[in-house]
């Protein structure tokens, strides 16, 4: 059974920084895609990034101030967030994707205070 937790989120004050964790289980986690998505109230669920084995993809709306990094042997995936603002108020949720699999996680909020 799939399973992808994610955890990191929390309050902090805009120009501050975190770093999301996804911790996937009963995935072959090497050979999948993993993203990070997130969703703000009263909006639909956007991309924030994407790694495989190649080249990390990110949105334009974080580009430059986040990074995706994957962990195989631990089967973790981060998100690490540097100058955040109040836009970037959302619940960030872990994807995994591919070959038949599209598998998330339940959320983990993060909110930026002005």
């Known amino acids: 059974q799939v399973q992808l937790v994610e955890s990191g989120g929390g309050l902090v004050q805009a120009g501050e920084s975190l770093r999301l964790s996804c911790a996937a289980s009963g995935v072959d986690f090497s050979i999948r895609f993993m993203g990070w998505y997130r969703q703000a109230p009263g909006k639909p669920r956007e991309l924030v990034a994407t790694i495989s084995g190649g080249t990390p993809i990110y949105a334009d709306s974080v580009k430059g101030r986040c990074t995706i990094s994957r962990d195989n042997g631990k089967n973790v995936v981060y998100l690490e967030m540097n100058g955040l603002n109040p836009e970037d108020t959302a619940v960030y949720y872990c994807?995994?994707?591919?070959?038949?699999?599209?598998?998330w996680g339940q959320g983990t909020q993060v909110t930026v205070s002005s």
């Open positions: 994807n995994a994707f591919g070959n038949g699999l599209n598998s």
